[in-house]
Protein backbone atom coordinates (compact mmCIF):
# COMPACT_ATOMS: atom_id res chain seq x y z
CA UNK A 1 0.00 0.00 0.00
CA UNK A 2 1.15 3.52 -1.29
CA UNK A 3 0.85 7.02 0.06
CA UNK A 4 2.23 8.43 -3.38
CA UNK A 5 3.64 7.36 -6.66
CA UNK A 6 7.37 7.79 -6.98
CA UNK A 7 9.46 6.11 -9.51
CA UNK A 8 10.40 3.36 -7.16
CA UNK A 9 6.74 2.72 -6.53
CA UNK A 10 5.97 3.15 -10.35
CA UNK A 11 9.25 0.37 -11.32
CA UNK A 12 7.44 -2.27 -8.14
CA UNK A 13 4.67 -2.10 -9.84
CA UNK A 14 5.75 -1.85 -13.79
CA UNK A 15 3.30 -3.75 -15.98
CA UNK A 16 0.76 -5.25 -13.45
CA UNK A 17 -2.33 -4.15 -12.49
CA UNK A 18 -3.20 -1.29 -9.72
CA UNK A 19 -5.91 0.15 -7.61
CA UNK A 20 -5.93 4.06 -7.00
CA UNK A 21 -8.23 5.68 -4.26
CA UNK A 22 -9.03 9.06 -4.58
CA UNK A 23 -10.48 12.04 -7.27
CA UNK A 24 -8.33 15.05 -6.47
CA UNK A 25 -5.54 16.40 -8.78
CA UNK A 26 -2.86 14.38 -7.10
CA UNK A 27 -4.82 11.47 -7.71
CA UNK A 28 -5.39 12.32 -11.11
CA UNK A 29 -1.58 13.04 -11.14
CA UNK A 30 -0.60 9.86 -9.84
CA UNK A 31 -3.01 7.60 -12.22
CA UNK A 32 -1.75 9.65 -14.94
CA UNK A 33 2.08 8.84 -14.31
CA UNK A 34 1.46 4.99 -12.85
CA UNK A 35 -0.71 4.36 -16.21
CA UNK A 36 3.18 4.82 -17.72
CA UNK A 37 3.79 2.01 -16.23
CA UNK A 38 1.49 -0.31 -14.68
CA UNK A 39 -0.68 -2.62 -16.81
CA UNK A 40 -4.14 -1.23 -15.51
CA UNK A 41 -5.05 1.34 -13.40
CA UNK A 42 -8.10 1.19 -11.14
CA UNK A 43 -9.54 4.63 -10.03
CA UNK A 44 -12.10 4.17 -7.59
CA UNK A 45 -14.27 7.64 -5.91
CA UNK A 46 -17.08 7.56 -4.55
CA UNK A 47 -18.51 10.06 -6.16
CA UNK A 48 -21.00 10.32 -9.75
CA UNK A 49 -17.32 11.91 -11.66
CA UNK A 50 -13.91 13.90 -11.44
CA UNK A 51 -15.66 17.37 -12.27
CA UNK A 52 -15.97 18.99 -8.73
CA UNK A 53 -12.23 17.23 -7.49
CA UNK A 54 -9.95 17.66 -10.35
CA UNK A 55 -8.82 20.04 -12.33
CA UNK A 56 -10.13 19.78 -15.91
CA UNK A 57 -6.77 18.69 -17.62
CA UNK A 58 -6.48 15.98 -15.76
CA UNK A 59 -9.54 14.77 -16.43
CA UNK A 60 -9.17 14.81 -20.23
CA UNK A 61 -5.87 13.06 -19.95
CA UNK A 62 -7.62 10.36 -17.58
CA UNK A 63 -10.37 9.94 -20.37
CA UNK A 64 -7.24 9.56 -23.12
CA UNK A 65 -5.30 7.18 -21.19
CA UNK A 66 -6.74 3.60 -22.31
CA UNK A 67 -5.24 1.56 -19.72
CA UNK A 68 -6.88 3.70 -16.91
CA UNK A 69 -10.69 2.43 -15.92
CA UNK A 70 -12.08 5.41 -13.66
CA UNK A 71 -14.66 3.41 -11.27
CA UNK A 72 -17.64 5.97 -9.87
CA UNK A 73 -19.65 5.32 -7.19
CA UNK A 74 -17.09 2.95 -6.04
CA UNK A 75 -15.54 2.31 -2.60
CA UNK A 76 -12.72 0.00 -1.14
CA UNK A 77 -14.17 -2.27 0.77
CA UNK A 78 -11.47 -4.79 1.83
CA UNK A 79 -7.94 -5.89 1.37
CA UNK A 80 -6.47 -9.15 0.76
CA UNK A 81 -3.40 -10.56 2.01
CA UNK A 82 -1.00 -11.69 5.10
CA UNK A 83 1.55 -10.18 7.09
CA UNK A 84 3.75 -12.14 5.83
CA UNK A 85 3.35 -11.98 2.26
CA UNK A 86 1.67 -8.81 2.04
CA UNK A 87 -1.08 -7.51 0.30
CA UNK A 88 -2.68 -10.33 -2.51
CA UNK A 89 -6.11 -8.27 -3.40
CA UNK A 90 -9.03 -5.99 -2.90
CA UNK A 91 -12.40 -5.88 -2.92
CA UNK A 92 -14.49 -2.62 -4.19
CA UNK A 93 -18.54 -2.46 -4.14
CA UNK A 94 -20.25 -0.31 -6.46
CA UNK A 95 -22.78 2.03 -4.39
CA UNK A 96 -25.40 2.38 -6.79
CA UNK A 97 -25.74 -2.24 -7.48
CA UNK A 98 -23.94 -2.88 -4.00
CA UNK A 99 -21.99 -5.37 -6.65
CA UNK A 100 -18.88 -6.58 -4.98
CA UNK A 101 -15.64 -7.00 -6.92
CA UNK A 102 -12.48 -8.71 -5.91
CA UNK A 103 -9.03 -8.05 -7.65
CA UNK A 104 -6.07 -10.30 -7.37
CA UNK A 105 -3.63 -7.05 -6.85
CA UNK A 106 -0.11 -6.10 -4.92
CA UNK A 107 -0.41 -2.39 -5.34
CA UNK A 108 -3.21 -0.11 -3.34
CA UNK A 109 -2.50 3.59 -3.63
CA UNK A 110 -3.84 5.99 -1.24
CA UNK A 111 -4.44 9.93 -2.23
CA UNK A 112 -7.84 9.99 -0.51
CA UNK A 113 -7.72 13.59 0.21
CA UNK A 114 -6.10 15.77 2.50
CA UNK A 115 -8.73 17.49 4.81
CA UNK A 116 -7.54 17.43 8.52
CA UNK A 117 -9.58 15.81 11.13
CA UNK A 118 -9.22 18.81 13.26
CA UNK A 119 -12.87 20.32 14.56
CA UNK A 120 -12.22 18.31 17.93
CA UNK A 121 -9.74 20.83 18.55
CA UNK A 122 -11.89 24.45 17.82
CA UNK A 123 -12.40 26.31 20.64
CA UNK A 124 -9.87 24.87 23.26
CA UNK A 125 -7.09 27.61 22.70
CA UNK A 126 -5.13 25.55 19.70
CA UNK A 127 -4.67 28.16 16.41
CA UNK A 128 -5.55 26.82 12.98
CA UNK A 129 -4.99 28.05 9.71
CA UNK A 130 -8.50 28.79 7.52
CA UNK A 131 -7.82 25.19 5.77
CA UNK A 132 -8.09 23.86 9.36
CA UNK A 133 -4.41 22.63 9.93
CA UNK A 134 -3.08 23.49 13.54
CA UNK A 135 -0.41 26.33 13.39
CA UNK A 136 3.47 25.88 15.00
CA UNK A 137 6.00 27.73 15.62
CA UNK A 138 6.44 31.42 14.56
CA UNK A 139 2.91 30.74 13.05
CA UNK A 140 1.02 29.78 16.52
CA UNK A 141 2.12 33.33 17.77
CA UNK A 142 3.75 34.46 21.00
CA UNK A 143 2.30 33.05 24.10
CA UNK A 144 -0.35 36.17 25.77
CA UNK A 145 1.65 34.99 28.74
CA UNK A 146 4.65 37.16 30.57
CA UNK A 147 7.07 35.08 28.92
CA UNK A 148 5.88 36.05 25.58
CA UNK A 149 7.99 33.52 24.18
CA UNK A 150 6.92 32.17 20.71
CA UNK A 151 6.27 28.35 20.71
CA UNK A 152 8.97 25.69 19.56
CA UNK A 153 9.21 24.91 16.08
CA UNK A 154 6.42 22.08 16.18
CA UNK A 155 4.59 23.07 19.47
CA UNK A 156 0.91 24.93 18.77
CA UNK A 157 -0.50 28.15 20.40
CA UNK A 158 -0.76 26.11 23.56
CA UNK A 159 1.93 25.54 25.89
CA UNK A 160 2.88 21.75 25.62
CA UNK A 161 0.76 21.35 22.83
CA UNK A 162 2.76 20.09 19.72
CA UNK A 163 1.68 19.09 16.18
CA UNK A 164 3.46 17.01 13.40
CA UNK A 165 2.96 15.35 10.50
CA UNK A 166 0.07 15.85 8.05
CA UNK A 167 -2.03 17.45 10.36
CA UNK A 168 1.07 20.43 11.02
CA UNK A 169 0.33 23.67 8.63
CA UNK A 170 2.92 23.61 6.32
CA UNK A 171 4.34 20.75 6.89
CA UNK A 172 5.57 18.41 3.50
CA UNK A 173 2.46 15.87 3.49
CA UNK A 174 4.81 13.09 3.71
CA UNK A 175 5.24 9.73 5.44
CA UNK A 176 9.25 10.60 5.82
CA UNK A 177 8.69 14.07 6.89
CA UNK A 178 5.69 13.11 9.61
CA UNK A 179 9.13 10.85 10.81
CA UNK A 180 11.21 13.38 10.66
CA UNK A 181 9.29 15.33 12.76
CA UNK A 182 7.96 12.92 14.92
CA UNK A 183 11.79 12.35 16.33
CA UNK A 184 12.63 16.00 16.47
CA UNK A 185 9.45 16.73 18.72
CA UNK A 186 10.89 14.14 21.17
CA UNK A 187 13.13 16.75 21.94
CA UNK A 188 11.14 19.79 22.02
CA UNK A 189 8.85 17.87 24.63
CA UNK A 190 11.78 17.10 26.57
CA UNK A 191 12.63 20.68 26.50
CA UNK A 192 9.27 21.51 27.09
CA UNK A 193 9.10 19.40 30.57
CA UNK A 194 12.45 20.25 31.94
CA UNK A 195 11.25 24.08 32.76
CA UNK A 196 7.55 23.21 32.97
Known sequence: MWYWASAIEAK???????ALVGGGNSAGQAAVFLSQHAAKVYMLIRGPS????????????????ANIELLTHTQLTQLHGTPADGLAGVSWQDLRSDAVQQHALRHLFLFIG?????????????????????LTGSAAG??????????ATLE?????????????????KRVGGAIGEGANVVAQIHQHLAVA
Do not use: H, Q
Not at 12 to 18: A, K, N, Q
Open 50 to 65: LAASMSRYLIDRIDRT
Open 156 to 172: SSVRGVFAVGDVRSGSV
Open 12 to 18: LCSGSSV
Open 114 to 134: ADPETDWLRGCGVKLDANGFV
Open 142 to 151: ADAGASALLP
